[in-house]
């Protein structure tokens, strides 16, 4: 039997942004954290990205640092969502 929050894990809305993103810019951690361990890495690394940069531009410190334990990549775009949260 499947995970009973499968399409939930994988949906995303009409930007292209998953559940994660949403929970990461909401700051809801026991969400972020369910369902990153819930993902499968290889095919959902960039919803990963998407949740650092939303995590940054919302100042969401406790999220941005589970995300980058987890080794999600910032990029140079990260940066720019950092300052725009007022964190840099």
């Known amino acids: 039997m ?4 499968g399409d939930f894990l994988t949906c995303v809305d009409e930007e292209c942004k998953s559940m ?6 909401a700051g809801n951690v026991r969400w972020v954290v369910y369902m990153y361990e819930n993902s499968k890495e290889n095919e959902f690394t960039d919803q990963h990205y998407l949740s650092l940069n939303a995590a940054c531009e919302q100042n969401q410190l406790n999220i941005v640092k ?21 964190k840099i």
């Open 2 to 5: 499947g995970k009973p929050f």
């Open 20 to 25: 994660l993103v949403h929970f990461t810019a």
């Open 66 to 86: 589970y995300l980058l334990k987890m080794k999600v990549k910032p990029d140079i775009k990260s940066c720019f969502h950092a300052v725009k949260g007022g």
